[in-house]
């Protein structure tokens, strides 16, 4: 895939540099990917279907003394899609949906962190998703760190991002089965996570 540099691609840029700077303060930890999950929720006439991405790798930059200096880079396989009826992940991995071979990774750069309050923050980033890039904010609560009661000299911190996008924005369908009554517009997204490092 070729990338144009626009004036917006050169905002990201500038925006990732300038939260760079801020983030190297912030350790690499390691996403525990056997208890990380990326799930998703859409409704469909009357029922609400589910389905998770089983493929996906990640950078997260943790500081647990100052989390605003905190990062989170995702790549997510979007043909990792999976909501347990084979032939509706086909359809969806089709070009009425994500169109997985012509864009095959759905991914978030982070840009910045703030603090809400409690143990509730908000991460900016970037969200591309087949042909489009937008700027979101996604809610994140932070449970704390302890240590891994599975691996000793090791510590495990968890977190939970919860938020929704409208599908239509980033062309994921045509809008035809929307118009149907089919498949709806909003799609919320849950994602879980432990990350791991040692003491």
């Given at each position: 895939?070729?990338?144009?540099i626009?004036g917006f691609?050169?905002?990201?840029?500038?925006?990732?540099?300038?939260?760079?700077?801020?983030?190297?303060?912030?350790?690499?930890?390691?996403?525990?990917?056997?208890?990380?999950?990326?799930?998703?929720?859409?409704?469909h006439?009357?029922?609400?279907?589910?389905?998770q991405?089983?493929?996906?790798?990640?950078?997260?930059?943790f500081?647990?003394?100052?989390k605003?200096?905190?990062?989170?880079?995702?790549?997510?396989?979007?043909?990792?899609?999976?909501?347990n009826?084979?032939?509706?992940?086909?359809?969806l991995?089709?070009?009425?949906?994500?169109?997985?071979?012509?864009?095959?990774?759905?991914?978030?750069?982070?840009?910045?962190?703030?603090?809400?309050?409690?143990?509730?923050?908000?991460?900016?980033?970037?969200?591309?998703?087949?042909?489009?890039?937008?700027?979101?904010?996604?809610?994140?609560?932070?449970?704390?760190i302890?240590?891994?009661p599975?691996?000793?000299?090791?510590?495990?911190?968890?977190?939970?991002?919860?938020?929704?996008?409208?599908?239509?924005?980033?062309?994921?369908?045509?809008?035809?089965?929307?118009?149907?009554?089919?498949?709806?517009?909003n799609?919320?997204i849950?994602?879980?996570?432990?990350?791991?490092?040692?003491?």
């Amino acid at each position: 895939m070729k990338w144009k540099i626009t004036g917006f691609a050169l905002l990201i840029l500038m925006l990732a540099g300038a939260s760079l700077a801020h983030a190297e303060a912030a350790q690499e930890w390691k996403i525990d990917k056997a208890h990380t999950n990326i799930y998703f929720d859409v409704k469909h006439t009357f029922a609400t279907v589910r389905g998770q991405f089983g493929n996906f790798t990640g950078t997260l930059r943790f500081n647990p003394e100052d989390k605003e200096a905190s990062g989170l880079d995702m790549r997510v396989h979007a043909a990792s899609i999976n909501t347990n009826i084979t032939k509706r992940d086909n359809h969806l991995r089709s070009d009425d949906f994500f169109a997985v071979e012509k864009y095959p990774y759905i991914t978030f750069n982070s840009t910045g962190v703030r603090h809400v309050k409690d143990d509730s923050y908000v991460i900016t980033g970037i969200l591309s998703l087949k042909d489009v890039t937008k700027r979101i904010e996604v809610p994140v609560t932070f449970f704390g760190i302890q240590g891994n009661p599975m691996e000793e000299g090791q510590k495990v911190a968890g977190f939970e991002a919860e938020f929704t996008i409208d599908r239509m924005e980033y062309n994921v369908g045509t809008g035809q089965f929307l118009e149907m009554g089919v498949v709806g517009r909003n799609v919320h997204i849950i994602v879980t996570m432990e990350a791991l490092t040692d003491k």
